[in-house]
């Protein structure tokens, strides 16, 4: 990991549109399970993303997952935030 980039960056700075492009596949080789960490922090950035995405349409419910887009206690299901909010991130981040 030595030659790898610092992957050091501010919750409030990180640009989820237009995510660093970095080598994934060797990331996941190289970075220790004891390393991928979720703090507190990230799951509030996540639900705040999330709130910002459904109220954008960008995550709306399926014939699977027909979640009240106007509810903010309940949905949508992991599938449909991973399917439609993560994925294409992660993607777009290489």
């Avoid at 409030?12 to 080598?23: I, Q, T, Y």
């Avoid at 996941?28 to 509030?44: F, G, N």
């Avoid at 935030?81 to 981040?93: D, E, F």
């Amino acid at each position: 990991l030595r030659s790898m980039p610092a992957l050091r960056w501010s919750a409030s700075k990180f640009d989820f549109e237009r995510p660093p492009a970095l080598d994934g596949a060797r990331l996941h080789r190289e970075v220790p399970a004891e390393r991928w960490c979720v703090t507190r922090q990230d799951l509030v950035q996540l639900r705040r993303l999330l709130r910002r995405y459904v109220a954008e349409q960008r995550v709306t419910p399926t014939e699977l997952d027909n979640f009240d887009a106007s509810d903010d206690r309940i949905g949508p299901c992991i599938y449909t935030v991973t399917h439609q909010l993560i994925k294409p991130i992660t993607s777009r981040a290489g």
